[in-house]
């Protein structure tokens, strides 16, 4: 059974300032790894996905994986109030109709 | 943009009653989920169809559970005979082939009552 660890927070950041969340995972054998947001009340959105150990940026995302600590996080540069949402660490199985395995998520919070 | 829809939005039952929850995944796509989230928990997997069948199904996707893609745009979820713990958000996703990139519906918020 995969298991998914993420500090539930809330974490507070000023506007601009860098927002990093973590996660940890069980299991060694994922091969996919995401970051998803959900606004309250509303569905998971796909933010960024890595698959291979470094770093990964997009925009003012940047993802960063260690397999062999068995470890993702994600850094999102000057933070907006936008951004204040959950943030949801997922795994991926091997293959193409793979189950999405979440993390209960990381509570943020942009103060203005 | 294309995107998935799903309907109701938000469906009250009695305990015990039949439910069925629809979604209308992206059209180009192959593999279709259905997701669960009680009320402050986490995002939960219950199956993932693909071909006309389910290819995979957790835990939760029990005898009470069944799926169908009815004609060629629908997919939905069928509960038998809801429980008051079955009450909770239900996402739909679909992915395009060879694509692990998952794209979530609005959601339907079932109750239970």
């Known amino acids: 059974q995969k298991e998914v660890e993420q500090n539930s927070g809330p974490l507070s950041v000023p506007e601009g300032a860098i927002a990093s969340l973590n996660c940890t995972y069980s299991?060694?054998?994922?091969?996919?790894f995401f970051w998803y947001r959900q606004y309250s009340g509303k569905s998971p959105e796909l933010i960024m996905s890595?698959?291979?150990?470094g770093d990964k940026e997009d925009g003012r995302f940047t993802a960063q994986l260690n397999k062999a600590s068995q470890y993702v996080s994600l850094l999102i540069r000057d933070s907006q109030p936008s951004d204040s949402a959950t943030y949801l660490c997922?795994?991926?199985?091997?293959?193409?109709?793979?189950?999405?395995?979440f993390g209960t998520g990381t509570k943020l919070q942009v103060i203005p | 943009e294309p995107e998935v829809t799903q309907t109701p939005s938000h469906q009250v039952t009695q305990m015990g009653q039949e439910v069925i929850l629809r979604c209308v995944p992206i059209?180009?796509?192959?593999?279709f989920y259905w997701y669960r989230q009680i009320l402050g928990q986490k995002v939960e997997f219950l199956v993932s169809?693909?071909?006309?069948?389910?290819?995979?199904k957790s835990e939760i996707f029990d005898d009470q559970f069944s799926v169908e893609r009815p004609d060629g745009s629908n997919f939905t979820l069928k509960i038998r005979s809801t429980k008051l713990e079955d009450s909770a958000m239900y996402f739909c996703?679909?992915?395009?082939?060879?694509?692990?990139?998952?794209?979530f519906g609005p959601g339907t918020r079932l109750t239970v009552l």
């Open positions: 299991d060694r054998v994922s091969q996919s």
């Open positions: 059209s180009n796509h192959l593999y």
């Open positions: 997922a795994l991926g199985d091997s293959g193409g109709y793979q189950k999405v395995t």
């Open positions: 890595i698959y291979s150990n």
């Open positions: 169809f693909y071909n006309n069948e389910i290819s995979e």
């Open positions: 996703a679909s992915s395009a082939l060879y694509s692990d990139t998952q794209y």
